[in-house]
């Protein structure tokens, strides 16, 4: 189910958090298991046989999770446990989302012709795979430990983050589950979880879902852009992709906070970053924070030199950048994270700083480049792009994209007016982008009297308007 | 204060999407609920999916002619003339099997029309059985008379931003205004046969339209699943299928795709699957020589005149191409032989080569009196 859709807000979402409550005030068990049934009913709207998938992974882990934690209170550390853990959850997530990459490669490099095996992929088996994983390791070490079935259900199922994150950890979830003061109705969470969730939706229908048509039709031709229309491409998307994760987020937060559950932080205006380690502080935080924790610092982190710090910089995020989709252009795009941390690495050491302002231009120049390589179809199409965007094709001020045409040379009033509302969603998006306040800070000050409850109401009805043009959101695929 | 401003959200929110619903039910810019009195109609060429189950639902007609684009430049009045009766034309650019069977599963509840022409494009029958040829979410909401799931039209922004315009009499989305020729687009269109090759790669017939592969249990699939129970739940209705003619590019590129043996091989299965039906017909006007290697015919590879739409009336309207056993085998020898002995870089030659009519009037195409049919 899509947090934008007529069934979710209208139906799914009025009546999850009306009888979580109700319930709440018979048995919080009771609530606790409503809500993990209604995280596995929102799971299985799109597609039931997924629900399999979730449930064997669920199953799996709890009762390797449980192991782990008995283990650890009696004082044993098994690491064959943890590691025949983290290693069905590594297969079952290269099974579905990895197995054609490979066999594509293995054809490529050998000439062979196996065929594809096109197997379909689960939706958030990425999220709800990092999660367990990361719940499997602190449950080997002590730090979490979960013996009801129906609560582990609930911290991985939560719908809220189930499909695109934020990625959480057991330890910061399932003392709000067990809070009894947590399960009385909250009018001020409520209220505020219901102001982030109109500014999510906003955000996501009105801003990342207008700029979509534009961003596809720039990639779709990318080896035929002129010098501004590679540049409204790249930004586009740019600006797309950041609504429509934050948006996401943004939602999935206040329909948390409806129900007194407090999610972490997942974005934190990204594109205001004046380097690349603050922007991987602000973008997809919890990711960086799980790429940290369970890998780069396992891995030895910064503790055995610098030039193993440095090439596991390049290693976490190459890593980071295959977990977002089986494609070289994905590993790419991370390993030009890693280099750029690298870089920023050895720059710092030259102790000479930026003014502010060009540091937060060179970081959103690059994160921007990055994100073509990101999105490109092909690593032929995102240098295309990219040499468009440099000017290497020359610096062709004119606009000749369909998409977008209608600037300039509109066939009919519908396309110019189109356009035009389209441009004006883009300067909305890039002015939004770079103000000092986020919708999070906005939710969490807003007055909650007087005038602001009318513009968020009328901001949910345009929500519910726009919501007819429904989208996927892009970290789904993920 | 949480509480107050919950209510103030959610009143101002209600009040607004009421104000909304009641103007989009009001308006019914797709014609859903109502046929139009308050307003002129408007025919919303981009958007016959929401249109055409409202105007199936509401519109008075005894044959429905349907299909993909190559039917749309059919004038019911041209097949009334031919055929007597009251029809209506409900093609859809782009429909698939999958958007027909939608679509004439309400017309046929509807109306019970004793006869429906509809042309059978290969392309319409692949992908999976429920593939529709429209970009956006298939409005299922449309096809029935419920109103509980009548919240995406009743609230969404297409609807919205189409009864703005009307109320104020706007003219920014696209739209025809005129019942008797609803979805008709050759006008502003010209057909001649360096314009039928206009961009066209010799080596890559396929580039521009960007067909994707088919298999025959895929069509097989598709034709079950959409058509196969409507022919047997309206016995009543005679369901004539017509073959209608693509130019010579579109068999060489079926060669050049791979895609020549399975669109044969659907012709006959098709045929033999439905003859136990009575109440089922084919017209095959695809090995028509005079049609098919004449790219005057034409504005793109695919898309024949109104001259050419006309002609076909008048044919089935006389009981002329329709199909027989031997006749089928006699075209698709025709049609093999056609699309793999001859150059698609000679064709496209020799179109660029042939001089534009001096006269580009496409009104031209649709005189009173109307044409000779293909020999």
């Known amino acids: 189910m899509l947090f934008n859709s007529y069934a979710f807000v209208l139906a799914f979402l009025p009546a999850v958090v009306l009888g979580y409550f109700a319930i709440a005030r018979l048995s919080a068990f009771a609530a606790n298991a409503f809500l993990a049934g209604a995280s596995l009913f929102f799971y299985a709207w799109w597609k039931v046989d997924f629900l399999w998938i979730l449930l064997g992974s669920v199953a799996v882990n709890y009762f390797v999770g449980h192991r782990l934690s008995r283990d650890a209170a009696a004082g044993r550390n098994e690491r064959w446990v943890l590691v025949a853990g983290i290693a069905f959850n590594l297969g079952l997530l290269g099974y579905f989302k990895y197995t054609d990459f490979f066999i594509a490669n293995v054809n490529a490099v050998t000439g062979a012709n196996l065929p594809l095996l096109r197997i379909a992929l689960p939706l958030g088996i990425s999220f709800f795979t990092f999660t367990q994983i990361a719940y499997l390791v602190d449950a080997w070490k002590g730090k979490a430990a979960e013996y009801s079935a129906t609560n582990y259900v609930l911290f991985v199922t939560f719908f809220p983050h189930l499909l695109a994150g934020p990625i959480i950890h057991h330890r910061e979830m399932m003392p709000q589950f067990a809070d009894p003061k947590l399960k009385r109705l909250d009018w001020e969470n409520l209220a505020r979880g219901l102001a982030l969730f109109c500014l999510g939706l906003a955000k996501k229908v009105l801003i990342a879902d207008n700029l979509a048509p534009w961003a596809n039709a720039g990639f779709a031709q990318a080896h035929a852009l002129t010098f501004a229309d590679a540049w409204i491409t790249m930004l586009a998307y740019v600006m797309q992709l950041v609504f429509d994760f934050s948006g996401y987020t943004d939602m999935a937060l206040g329909v948390a906070l409806m129900v007194n559950i407090r999610l972490p932080i997942n974005f934190d205006a990204p594109y205001r970053s004046a380097d690349i380690q603050e922007f991987w502080r602000r973008w997809h935080i919890t990711l960086s924070r799980f790429l940290r924790d369970y890998v780069y610092v396992p891995l030895g982190g910064n503790r055995k030199g610098e030039a193993r710090m440095l090439a596991l910089f390049v290693v976490t995020f190459a890593i980071g950048g295959f977990w977002h989709g089986a494609a070289w252009t994905y590993v790419i795009w991370g390993t030009m994270h890693g280099v750029a941390l690298v870089v920023l690495h050895l720059w710092r050491k030259l102790g000479r700083p930026l003014p502010r302002i060009a540091a937060v231009a060179v970081t959103f120049l690059f994160v921007s480049a990055a994100l073509v390589v990101f999105r490109a179809p092909s690593l032929a199409d995102a240098g295309a792009i990219l040499a468009s965007v440099a000017g290497l094709h020359g610096f062709d001020p004119s606009l000749t994209v369909p998409a977008w045409i209608g600037l300039v040379h509109p066939a009919s009033v519908a396309e110019r007016a189109a356009d035009i509302a389209t441009l004006a969603v883009f300067a909305l998006a890039l002015v939004l982008t770079f103000t000092p306040r986020n919708a999070h800070d906005i939710a969490r000050d807003v007055r909650l009297e007087g005038l602001p409850r009318y513009a968020f109401g009328a901001l949910l009805a345009l929500g519910l308007v726009f919501i007819e043009n429904a989208s996927e959101f892009i970290y789904f695929i993920f | ?375």
């Open chain 2, 1 to 375: 204060m949480g509480r107050s401003f919950l209510a103030g959200v959610l009143a101002t929110a209600l009040a607004i999407a009421a104000l909304v619903c009641a103007t989009n039910a009001w308006v019914d810019p797709f014609q859903h609920y109502r046929k139009p009195a308050r307003f002129p109609p408007r025919y919303y060429n981009a958007w016959q999916r929401y249109e055409n189950p409202g105007i199936a639902m509401h519109y008075e007609y005894d044959r429905v002619v349907t299909g993909s684009s190559l039917m749309e430049n059919i004038l019911p009045a041209d097949v009334d003339r031919a055929m007597g009766g009251h029809t209506i034309n409900l093609s859809e650019s782009a429909q698939t099997a999958y958007d027909a069977g939608e679509l004439l599963r309400v017309a046929l509840a509807a109306r019970h029309p004793k006869q429906v022409i509809m042309n059978l494009d290969y392309n319409a029958f692949s992908g999976a059985p429920d593939r529709s040829g429209f970009a956006e979410p298939f409005p299922a909401y449309l096809y029935d008379d419920a109103l509980w799931n009548d919240v995406p039209y009743l609230l969404g922004v297409e609807s919205t931003r189409k009864s703005i315009e009307t109320l104020l009499g706007l003219r920014i989305s696209r739209f025809g205004t005129d019942p008797s020729r609803m979805w008709y687009w050759a006008e502003g269109y010209q057909f001649f046969a360096a314009k039928a090759v206009q961009g066209l790669d010799p080596r890559d017939l396929n580039a521009r339209f960007r067909q994707p592969p088919r298999t025959l249990e895929g069509m097989q699939r598709s034709f079950e699943a959409n058509l196969a129970p409507l022919i047997q739940d309206y016995p009543g209705t005679r369901f004539t299928f017509v073959y209608a003619p693509y130019s010579i590019l579109v068999w060489l590129d079926f060669a050049q795709r791979g895609q020549l043996d399975v669109s044969l091989a659907f012709r006959d299965w098709l045929y033999e699957r439905t003859k136990r039906y009575p109440n089922v017909e084919f017209f095959d006007f695809q090995a028509e020589p005079a049609i098919v290697e004449d790219l005057d015919h034409y504005t793109d590879m695919y898309h024949y005149s109104p001259r050419i739409s006309k002609a076909m009336i008048a044919a089935i309207a006389e009981g002329r191409y329709r199909l027989t056993p031997a006749l089928l085998a006699g075209n698709d020898a025709w049609l093999r032989k056609v699309a793999t002995r001859t150059d698609p870089a000679q064709v496209v030659a020799d179109a660029r080569a042939r001089p534009a009519p001096e006269k580009l009037d496409t009104k031209a195409f649709i005189p009173p009196g109307g044409y000779a049919p293909p020999q």
